[in-house]
């Protein structure tokens, strides 16, 4: 159980274009998904905390409106990369948790997305 | 930044060695968690240690916590080539939004 999707597992896009990665929980509500950025042999950079149907919450520095996220329904959530440069390449990773549970419950990761920004 | 410290940032060992990692963080918790990361995947869970636990096992793993010192381990045992990955500890905390902050990760190489 427990199981989280993301895709696309791989993109490569040009730059000033925008890029949509997806997440979802397959067999449980995730009220509260997190979105990370991984640079490479570095730690995950918590970007934004989105919940079910409210505004997602970002942390210093992340530019909200270049990395877009919406959380729609208790089991999709995206992460929209607008015009994106060669310095936006990195492995974005997504989890999910339920926080109704309580706030010990685990995170659940997505096997991430390596974006290349050519 | 909040980020929690782990050491050592790099491990290699032999088959059938136990591996410790540590894990140092800078506020008050909710609780920790131990994950593994292989190469270019997403990270699994191993444990879970709660801010009133001081020690917890699950098969292999032992996971200390001393919140006097704001401090982890994880001590893996009879290490194996599989366990080969990343290890990272995470965060939750008690103040501000509900969120978890990962420490800077021990890559963990086994040598068969």
């Known amino acids: 159980g427990a199981v989280v999707s993301q895709h696309p597992s791989r993109v490569i896009c040009k730059s000033g274009t925008s890029v949509k990665i997806e997440c979802r929980s397959l067999?449980?509500?995730?009220?509260?998904m997190f979105w990370y950025r991984q640079f490479p042999k570095q730690s995950l950079m918590l970007m934004a905390t989105?919940?079910?149907?409210?505004?997602?919450?970002?942390e210093q520095g992340v530019e909200k409106d270049k990395f877009l996220i919406n959380h729609a329904s208790l089991t999709l959530s995206t992460l929209t990369v607008t015009s994106a440069h060669p310095e936006d390449s990195s492995f974005y990773i997504c989890?999910?948790?339920?926080?109704?549970?309580?706030?010990?419950?685990?995170?659940?990761f997505g096997n991430g997305t390596r974006l290349t920004v050519t | 930044s909040q980020q929690g410290e782990e050491d050592p940032q790099a491990l290699s060992i032999q088959e059938g060695e136990n591996a410790t990692m540590n894990c140092s963080y800078k506020t008050s918790i909710n609780n920790l968690q131990w994950y593994r990361q292989n190469s270019g995947r997403g990270l699994v869970h191993l444990i879970l240690?709660?801010?009133?636990?001081r020690e917890k096992h699950s098969g292999r793993l032992r996971v200390t916590l001393d919140t006097s010192k704001k401090s982890s381990s994880l001590l893996i045992t009879a290490s194996r080539a599989a366990d080969t990955a990343s290890y990272f500890c995470a965060t939750s905390t008690t103040s501000g939004t509900y969120k978890y902050i990962f420490g800077t990760g021990t890559r963990l190489k086994v040598l068969a």
């Open positions: 240690i709660r801010s009133n636990e």
């Open positions: 067999d449980f509500q995730a009220t509260t």
């Open positions: 989890s999910a948790t339920d926080r109704g549970l309580s706030y010990n419950s685990p995170l659940h």
């Open positions: 989105s919940n079910e149907g409210s505004k997602a919450t970002y």
